[in-house]
């Protein structure tokens, strides 16, 4: 039973243009959601969170925003850069055990020159 | 600060044989989480540990095992590997684990069984 799902395994947009990353979830017991960005060879890298008394977090290029009603939480990139490249993945975490995420099956992103 | 280091970067096993990983934490964090990564289920919990105590698990059989000693560093254990746990295994630490704090991830372990 995958409690967190990505549905889209990947992503291609030009530079410059909005990247959007979807995320669903079905355990309404998750309280805290994070979005990790991967690199080939690395290991997950943090990018921006969201808890869920809140509908959305911006960091710089990037928002988080949550809609809790539909289980349904997405990632903006804009704009987006060939640099942002990556694998990111959507996790989720209950009761603030981060310890204990969550995790989508993640969206590989490319964004093309 | 250094980040989370895990050694050995790769490992070739066959099937039955045991292997043991290495997790270092950064600095100061007394909590490490380990996970499996395959292209199939994406990244599972396997355990986390926190001052030398299993916290919570993972549902994962019992062939894998972790322990932490008192700096903090993890060792995690699979006894009569199969080929199914071909993955990349990733460490993660955290100051406390809770309170929604960040993880720190390794780059990770990557494990073949043949």
């Known amino acids: 039973d995958q409690q967190v799902k990505q549905n889209s395994p990947s992503l291609s947009v030009q530079e410059g243009r909005i990247s959007i990353l979807n995320c669903d979830y079905t355990?309404?017991?998750?309280?805290?959601f994070l979005w990790y960005k991967k690199y080939p060879a690395e290991g997950p890298t943090f990018l921006i969170s969201?808890?869920?008394?809140?509908d959305k977090n911006e960091d710089g290029r990037f928002t988080v925003f949550l809609n809790k009603s539909a289980k349904h939480l997405s990632l903006h990139i804009v704009p987006s850069q060939p640099g942002d490249s990556a694998v990111y993945f959507c996790?989720?975490?209950?009761?603030?055990?981060?310890?204990?995420?969550?995790f989508g099956k993640g969206t590989l992103l490319t964004v093309n020159p | 600060k250094a980040g989370v280091t895990q050694t050995p970067r790769y490992l070739i096993k066959t099937r039955g044989q045991q292997v043991t990983l290495s997790c270092s934490p950064i600095?100061?964090?007394?909590?490490v989480s380990w996970y499996q990564q395959t292209p199939g289920q994406g990244l599972q919990f396997l355990f986390e540990?926190?001052?030398?105590?299993?916290?919570n698990k993972g549902n994962f059989p019992g062939r894998f095992s972790g322990r932490q000693f008192s700096n903090s560093r993890s060792e995690m254990n699979v006894s009569t590997l199969e080929l199914g746990d071909s993955a990349l295994y990733l460490c993660?630490?955290?100051?406390?684990?809770?309170?929604?704090?960040?993880?720190?991830f390794g780059s990770g372990t990557q494990l073949s069984v043949l």
């Open positions: 600095s100061g964090h007394r909590s």
């Open positions: 355990n309404s017991m998750f309280d805290y």
């Open positions: 540990y926190f001052s030398e105590t299993q916290r």
């Open positions: 993660a630490s955290s100051s406390t684990g809770i309170a929604n704090e960040k993880l720190f």
């Open positions: 996790a989720a975490s209950v009761g603030g055990s981060n310890y204990k995420l969550t």
């Open positions: 969201i808890s869920s008394i809140k």
